[in-house]
């Protein structure tokens, strides 16, 4: 987190709620929020707005998932709608599992209770091991395990997170029923100011508007970076929220804002094609290349160059 923005001991964090969804799990990932006053709201859209009043500290919302895709209602309104900074990103490894009151067995099962998308993703093993079984769509798969525990029905269970077993008292009757076990999503801490110092392995998220639609437009833009070797990770088009055909493009880049080869990328796309909003610049996931680095290193060396052949220009 950055240490520029004034915040409460223990933060206040926001999310999405209610407890025991993939939000709550990916965020007990994280030590040094575990003493953090967590607060749950019923939309990503209210996190993130009450992130930007100032009412909590921190907000932590889902951004991506590699099955389903951008989650579009949190990326616009994070590009578009407000003006805050992504202090992390987070990335939870999603596993389905069957649940029920305690002592079921699967053969009991009359009903499956889950969000559908959660449904849509156990489709296989449903299909295998609960063939004909009603399937409910409730409001999330936390919602659902709750409704389960409520009932206290052996006849009815929930696909949910192993977190929605360990809140609502459940039993996991059958784990990891999804069909893609690859399934990740990623999630983001975000704050209403300040951009976490360099780390050397780090990631900044722009939104770029170009003021002139015309060909070649997003050429140009992408050649600044790639004359740089500066990777790109995420390219996303999204509508501009202005009128009809007009589209901004959201991007992930490697390296962060304080690197010099960065910054001379930036300058050069706000310069000559479009208008930059920094979204964050923020520690990166996995272990480092070192590409970067040298990437810095060389651009460092190549601007002592110039500057010491300027040094020679008569008064």
Not at 229 to 253: C, H, M, Q, W
């Amino acid at each position: 987190m950055s240490e520029h923005a004034q915040r409460r001991e223990p933060p206040v964090v926001a999310y999405l709620g209610p407890s025991g969804t993939f939000t709550e799990q990916a965020l007990f990932t994280q030590p040094d929020l575990a003493t953090a006053e967590l607060r749950q709201m019923d939309t990503m859209g209210e996190v993130l707005r009450a992130t930007d009043r100032g009412e909590v500290d921190l907000g932590f919302v889902a951004i991506e998932n590699a099955i389903e895709g951008t989650v579009n209602v949190a990326l616009d309104t994070i590009a578009f709608d407000l003006n805050l900074q992504i202090q992390r990103e987070i990335v939870l490894p999603i596993q389905m599992n069957l649940m029920g009151v305690p002592g079921t067995e699967v053969t009991e099962i009359e009903q499956v209770l889950s969000h559908n998308v959660a449904i849509a993703q156990c489709r296989v093993w449903l299909g295998k091991n609960l063939s004909g079984i009603p399937l409910e769509a409730a409001n999330s798969t936390a919602s659902a395990a709750r409704v389960v525990a409520e009932k206290g029905d052996k006849t009815i269970a929930a696909i949910a997170p192993a977190r929605s077993a360990e809140v609502y008292g459940l039993e996991i009757l059958a784990p990891h029923i999804e069909d893609h076990p690859e399934n990740q999503t990623r999630f983001l801490l975000v704050a209403a100011s300040g951009i976490p110092k360099p780390t050397g392995h780090d990631k900044t998220s722009i939104v770029i508007h170009q003021r002139a639609d015309r060909p070649g437009s997003l050429v140009g833009i992408l050649l600044e970076f790639a004359s740089r070797n500066v990777n790109l990770s995420t390219l996303v088009s999204r509508p501009a929220k202005t009128r009809l055909g007009e589209y901004a493009f959201i991007i992930d880049l490697e390296g962060h804002i304080s690197d010099e080869v960065v910054g001379d990328a930036l300058r050069d796309v706000q310069m000559k094609h479009g208008d930059v909003k920094v979204l964050g610049s923020y520690p990166a996931l996995g272990e480092s290349d070192g590409s970067r680095s040298e990437t810095a290193q060389a651009w460092t060396e190549a601007n002592d160059w110039l500057t010491g052949i300027r040094s020679q220009i008569s008064d």
